[in-house]
């Protein structure tokens, strides 16, 4: 069965630590990984998508077909950094709908 | 330019009555998306509209749950004989064939 996992519910970090947030798929083929963001009471977007290769905000995601996984990292966190993550694999022709992990809420304090 | 709107953003209705929520996607978008975000239980999508094809349901919890897209555009969810368990938040989101979803700012839906 495809399945996308975020082990942690919850990550809390001092400013200015490194984070990394896992996220692991069981997919067959080549699919398509994002990461979603959902800041308080903003709308969920996109973080980042593997095809781009891009750094935003300063998170970097790098896909490792080895180990299924696709996890988000960040040298430094900000407090600004604080908010609701999701992981979300896509299979299949473009266009079609995301699967998503069930969140990691990252909390960066100061 | 305008975002996906929804509305309503709040909805309170009792057990065993029929909800209807609407969705504008962005102007253009071919591709409409329905997810259901709850506590525990993170985003599951619900269903899937592509320009004129039909739509992928597959992700509808149960018969209770239907949803339609007017000509390419708006789309409104129902869900029949509300139950408890249906209370979440409900997020529509729109793409141009494929690329980046815009999500909307969800209808909170609470059955009591």
């Known amino acids: 069965a495809q399945r996308v996992t975020q082990p942690e519910k919850l990550l809390s970090v001092f400013k200015g630590a490194p984070v990394e947030l896992k996220c692991n798929y069981s997919?067959?083929?080549?699919?398509?990984l994002f990461w979603y963001v959902q800041y308080s009471r903003q709308r969920l977007q996109l973080l980042l998508r593997?095809?781009s290769r891009e750094s935003i905000k300063g998170f970097t995601a790098d896909l490792n077909k080895g180990e299924t996984s696709f996890h988000l990292k960040k040298p430094f966190a900000q407090e600004e950094d604080s908010a609701m993550y999701y992981c979300?694999?896509?299979?299949?022709?473009?266009?079609?709908?995301?699967?998503f992990g069930k969140g990691t809420t990252l909390s960066v304090s100061s | 330019g305008a975002g996906v709107s929804q509305s309503p953003s709040n909805k309170v209705t009792e057990k065993g009555k029929d909800v209807e929520l609407r969705c504008d996607p962005i102007?253009?978008?071919?591709?409409l998306y329905w997810y259901r975000q709850s506590l525990g239980q993170g985003l599951e999508f619900l269903i899937y509209?592509?320009?004129?094809?039909?739509?992928?349901k597959s992700g509808l919890p149960s018969d209770r749950f239907s949803a339609e897209r007017t000509g390419g555009s708006v789309s409104t969810l129902t869900i029949q004989r509300t139950q408890q368990e249906d209370s979440a938040v409900y997020l529509c989101?729109?793409?141009?064939?494929?690329?980046?979803?815009?999500f909307g700012p969800g209808t909170r839906l609470t059955v009591l």
């Open positions: 979300a694999p896509r299979t299949g022709q473009a266009g079609t709908a995301l699967i």
């Open positions: 102007s253009g978008h071919t591709a």
């Open positions: 997919y067959s083929g080549s699919p398509e």
């Open positions: 989101a729109s793409s141009a064939r494929g690329y980046t979803q815009y």
């Open positions: 593997h095809i």
């Open positions: 509209f592509q320009g004129n094809s039909a739509p992928d």
